[in-house]
């Protein structure tokens, strides 16, 4: 303890917090608060606002309604109404930029098309609905012309092959194989080739006694307990001559020494 003690004697004390800077700390953390305090309320009022909002929503004729650009607070805020209410909510535009949310009723779902443009940043009315209409068409029949005409170059292709497999059938060959390669298959074939094979009765051939064992249990045991003390004999035998080796070999390196005092 005296060590301990000494040191924490030693140590310099903190620095002591005069009035003011209290006093500022203190201001600080109230603005803090006021502001904090003033989010919350403000949230509070735009939440009442969506909800009041999305309710006359329910209750017209109109397909969607669109909010002006909010941050990722306030989107979110018209999302989680939004899905409490039944609704759909999407948002579309750029981050920190224009990004805004549009909220569907769930039997008017937008269209792909819808979704295309305003990703695009194109907006949504009846002339770029006609417009993205058109385009739509138009890839369909584009498609529907490849396709045509992959399916041509396939029907014609396999025209090609079967007037090549046709020609290919009508060539004959020059030489009998059969004659060429006699030397190695033989002359004969199919029925005429065709003979009984059987095993070979000396090749493999253990007669069954010799797979029994006579032994009674008796002499099987003794066999076992035989073969154990002749294991342990050999074992013992060798761990003599190894003592042995040793003890010839600690003498020979004792015996250098006294010569060498000699």
């Known amino acids: 303890m005296d060590l301990l003690d000494?040191?924490?004697?030693?140590?310099d004390a903190p620095p002591a917090t005069n009035e003011q800077q209290k006093t500022l700390i203190k201001k600080q953390r109230e603005m803090m608060e006021r502001m904090q305090n003033k989010q919350k309320e403000e949230l509070l009022r735009f939440r009442k606002y969506v909800e009041e909002r999305?309710?006359?929503?329910?209750?017209?004729?109109?397909?969607?309604?669109e909010f002006q650009p909010l941050d990722k607070v306030h989107r979110s805020v018209i999302h989680e109404?939004?899905?409490?209410?039944?609704?759909?909510?999407?948002?579309?535009?750029?981050?920190?930029?224009?990004?805004?949310?549009v909220v569907y009723k769930k039997e008017h779902p937008p269209s792909e098309d819808e979704?295309?443009?305003?990703?695009?940043g194109e907006g949504w009315?009846?002339?770029?609905?006609?417009?993205?209409?058109?385009?739509?068409?138009?890839?369909?029949?584009?498609?529907?012309?490849?396709k045509q005409a992959t399916s041509s170059?396939?029907?014609?292709?396999?025209?090609t092959s079967s007037s090549t497999d046709s020609a290919s059938a009508e060539v004959k060959p020059t030489s009998n194989y059969k004659a060429k390669y006699a030397h190695l298959i033989g002359e004969s074939a199919a029925l005429q080739a065709a003979r009984k094979t059987e095993t070979n009765q000396s090749y493999g051939f253990v007669p069954s006694k010799n797979k029994k064992d006579m032994r009674s249990i008796e002499q099987t045991l003794a066999d076992i307990q035989a073969k154990k003390r002749l294991k342990l004999q050999q074992q013992q035998e060798q761990q003599e001559q190894l003592d042995s080796l040793t003890a010839a070999g600690q003498a020979q390196t004792d015996a250098v020494p006294?010569?060498?005092?000699q």
Not at 57 to 65: E, L
């Open 153 to 159: 170059e396939v029907g014609s292709s396999a025209s």
């Open 54 to 65: 999305m309710g006359r929503f329910a209750k017209d004729d109109r397909t969607c309604i």
């Open 115 to 120: 979704v295309t443009a305003r990703r695009n």
């Open 6 to 11: 000494s040191i924490l004697n030693s140590m």
């Open 125 to 146: 009315n009846k002339d770029i609905a006609k417009e993205y209409s058109e385009r739509r068409k138009e890839r369909l029949a584009q498609e529907q012309s490849d």
């Open 81 to 101: 109404i939004a899905e409490n209410g039944g609704f759909i909510a999407m948002s579309f535009g750029r981050e920190d930029e224009d990004r805004h949310s």
């Open 258 to 261: 006294a010569n060498e005092q």
